[in-house]
Structure formats: C-alpha cells, structure tokens
C-alpha cells in the first residue's frame, strides 16, 4: 500500500509540471534563446557622451546555441554604461541569454539581455539532491520527491488560485495542509505520530495567519511593500493584494512549524514506545521540556531567515537612518511587513509546541 502511494505521488508531481514546462519552452524558443560568447571583436569609444549614459560599445562574436539559428555565430552589440549596475558583465565563453527581435525580411537581430544562470542552477540542486540521498538514502529519496511535490503544489494550485481573486489566505491555508500531509507521510508513513504532527503543525500555522491577518488589517497596510509591486499593480488587478502578507507568513513558517510538531512528536512516540506506563501528565511536560530546547534555536532560525530575504532592504535603511527617525522606518510597509512576517510565523511555532505536546498525550495514552 505505501508502495503504491509513493508511486502515485510521484506520478503525480510529474504531471503537474509537465503541461507548464512544456509551455515554458515553447515560449523561451519564440523570442529567447540562449547563445555563447565566443571572443570581443571590437570596441567602439567614439560617438558617445555622459548625457548619453553610454562609456563605449562593446562587440562580441557569438554563437547562438538554440532556436531556428542554431550553430550561426552573430555580432553582437552590447553598451558599457558609466553606472556600472546597470552592465552585464560578460566574459569570452560564457553563456549568456539572447533575446530575438524578429525584423522585416527574416532579418532578425539579436541583444544580449543577461548570463544564463541554468547551468549553475542546475549544479547547486544536483549537489544538493545528491547529499540528500548520500546522507539520508531512503529517507532522503522521499524527502526529494515531497519536496517537489511541494513546490508543484504552490505553483500549480495556490498561485493560479490567487491569481484567480480567491483569497490568498484560504488557498494558502489548503495548501498548507495539502503540503504538510505529503511532506509528514511520506517522511513517518501512516502512524500516529504522523497524524499528531500534521494537526501540531496545522494548526500551529492558521494560529500563524490569523495573527499576521489581524495586524495587517489593523496597520492598513496595501500588501504593496515593494517597488516593484507598485510598477506592476496593473497587473494585479482582481487580486486580494491585502491577504498577500498573511498567505506568505502561512507557508514561509510551514516548513519550520512542520519541523517543530515533527520533532515534539516523534520524541514523545519513542518515550512512550521506551515506557508504556507513561501517564499523560508526564508526557506533556516531557514534550514542553523538549519543545523549550527546541524553541530556543528555531524561532532565531526564522527570523533571521526573514532578515537574511530582506537584507538589501535592511542595509537600505542603514544607510539612510541618520535621514529617517525610528519612527518613519518602522511605518515603512516593507518593514512592517517583514517584522509581522517573522513574529507572526515565531508565533505559530511557539503555539505547536503546547499543541503538539498535548495532541500526542491525549492520543498516545489513549486505550
């Protein structure tokens, strides 16, 4: 039977990405491709002032390496700007993404619009993934499949859903459940410690959104805390953009609230497997006990895992405290959000502890 839910699980986390990869590919073939740059054929100083923004033109011999072009080899032109954030570093046989400006008569130009990142991509998760197999083997070959399941679930089903006008906090919440029970029983199978840790960590995570809800709706924040929100706004019309914050604080603290029920649970099953005797008074502080050790590492865990997401934004406001009083940054939206973000999901883990802990005495002692 647990055979057989592996394997559809995992036939069901390949159809899920199928459709949308495939879509993805044909639209990369129609307008970008990836190409290499073969050597700097020339450079251009002349023609150029500071009210241009322009320092010089730099021409490179590239060989395209997908689409209808394969194999021809193009000069390219690409500006040297004086603000240097604004350049592509490009360097002599490196990938690169090309962008196809289809032209009158086929004659189709090209631009290089960035360094094509896949190649490194796909080398960090492949170092990653096969760590996970060396170190946990069985477990790990699980762990790897949970987790791209995970990832198909939100992509596939909460963000349409959003897009959609449901409400991000009701998508997010199913979500959340959804992704707790594949990533729990696919980890401990069908037990009851396994049923313990998905209700812990459930309801250790809605406790999470309602709070993150309340203080969004009483700080009236807009759900826009970025820049580049605002410059997309019109693409998000239709979409409840308040509930945003909530949905992100229910599934960035999943994973470290799912962590902490797992942990309370599966420790109190071995306590209560080591003495069947066990009462349920003294297996409850015995999970308290655990949770306390367990409380001090993973809530500085997710709070700086929030700063270390938001750092660029930090040292923004570093930079320009001497400008800005306490009380202007600490309205800034983004930040607000940030700190309900991180206290909002610490909150839910300090709450899965008790809960965790009380679920596994009720349900482990139970005749």
Known sequence: ?????????????VGIFSQDLNYSDREEQEEYVKGKILYLENIKKSGYNEQDGIKEIEEY???????????????IQSPIYLEKAYNIFIRENQDVVLYKEIGDSNNDTYYIVDIDKRDSI????????????????YKGVK???????VVGIIYNIFLPLISKGYSPILASTGCALLCSIVTIFLTTGFSQKGLVAILGAVIGVIIAGIVSMYFSYKMAMTGFVSVEALNYSALLQGIKIREIISAGVILGSMGAV??????IASALTELK??????????????????GEDIIGTMVNTLILAYIGSGILSTLF???????????????FESVA?????????????????????YLSCTIFTKK
């Open 273 to 290: 497997n080591r003495n069947r005797d066990i009462v349920k008074k003294d297996l409850f502080e015995s999970g308290m006990r655990i």
């Open 317 to 331: 406001i570093y930079l320009q405290k001497e400008e800005f009083p306490l009380i202007r940054i600490l309205n």
């Open 143 to 149: 762990a790897i499949i949970s987790l791209i399941i």
């Open 122 to 137: 796909f080398f960090i998760v492949g170092i990653f993934i096969l760590l996970t197999v060396v170190i946990a083997k």
């Open 258 to 263: 799912m962590d902490v029920s797992m942990s």
């Open 337 to 357: 959000a940030d700190i309900v973000r991180a206290f909002a999901g610490s909150i839910g883990i300090l709450v899965a502890v008790p809960i965790t802990s």
């Open 1 to 13: 039977m647990k055979k057989f839910f592996v394997l559809f699980l995992i036939m069901f986390s």
């Open 61 to 75: 011999r590239v060989k395209i390496l997908e689409g209808e072009d394969k194999g021809k080899e193009v000069l």
